[in-house]
T-cell receptor
Framework: TQLLEQSPQFLSIQEGENLTVYCNSS?????LQWYRQEPGEGPVLLVT?????EVKKLKRLTFQFGDARKDSSLHITAAQPGDTGLYLC??????????????FGDGTTLTVKP | NAGVTQTPKFQVLKTGQSMTLQCAQD?????MSWYRQDPGMGLRLIHY???????DQGEVPNGYNVSRSTTEDFPLRLLSAAPSQTSVYFC???????????????FGPGTRLTVT
């Protein structure tokens, strides 16, 4: 079974601080998505990364895909209370046994205090 | 567009009862999936479909059945509910990436199921 590991599991910071969360696997991804989920709602797509070394920016959020396509990071600059939520990464692996499926990490629960 | 809709939003079942969770999408997406989410955990894949008439098992398929007679609808059936099936269930759809990978998924609001 191919796994996605996300770290840290919980993160509580003050408004204005910067933070980075990580998503790692021992296998190569064909693509990887980051989602944000608020309580009582379904996950909402933030970004997709496909190419090794790729960097994408979404306002104060910066997403990076590792050169070997086995890891990814999400960096938030000057966090705001509205960034509070569960951040999930999901990947599709290259190997045939997992073709057609997305595997989700357990997520990072972020709390930004005013 | 309504996107992905799920009904009901909440449901309480007794052990042994059966029910169907409904999921519909109006984006003409080929790929649809069912996930369950338990406290402190991410999403685990139950079943998925790459098109009408085609379904396959995910990571945790036992106790659940699916069918896909149309592109729009992908119902999930609980055959004989058990307390271990207490969870939040999410349906998702996507265009797919041509290689039967789901790619970017759009999720419904979820169904919160309690089995007593």
């Amino acid at each position: 079974t191919q796994l996605l590991e996300q770290s840290p599991q919980f993160l509580s910071i003050q408004e204005g601080e910067n933070l980075t969360v990580y998503c790692n696997s021992s296998s190569v991804f064909s693509s990887l998505q980051w989602y944000r989920q608020e309580p009582g709602e379904g996950p909402v797509l933030l970004v997709t990364v496909v190419t090794g070394g790729e960097v994408k920016k979404l306002k104060r959020l910066t997403f990076q895909f590792g050169d070997a396509r086995k890891d990814s990071s999400l960096h938030i600059t000057a966090a705001q209370p509205g960034d509070t939520g569960l951040y999930l990464c999901a990947g599709t692996f290259l190997t045939n046994t997992n073709a057609g499926k997305s595997t989700f990490g357990d997520g990072t629960t972020l709390t930004v205090k005013p | 567009n309504a996107g992905v809709t799920q009904t009901p939003k909440f449901q309480v079942l007794k052990t042994g009862q059966s029910m169907t969770l409904q999921c519909a999408q109006d984006m003409n997406h080929e790929y649809m999936s069912w996930y369950r989410q338990d406290p402190g955990m991410g999403l685990r894949l139950i079943h998925y479909s790459v098109g009408a008439g085609i379904t396959d098992q995910g990571e945790v398929p036992n106790g659940y059945n699916v069918s896909r007679s149309t592109t729009e609808d992908f119902p999930l059936r609980l055959l004989s509910a058990a307390p271990s099936q207490t969870s939040v269930y999410f349906c998702a759809s996507s265009r797919g990436t041509g290689g039967f990978s789901p790619g970017e998924q759009y999720f419904g609001p979820g169904t919160r199921l309690t089995v007593t």
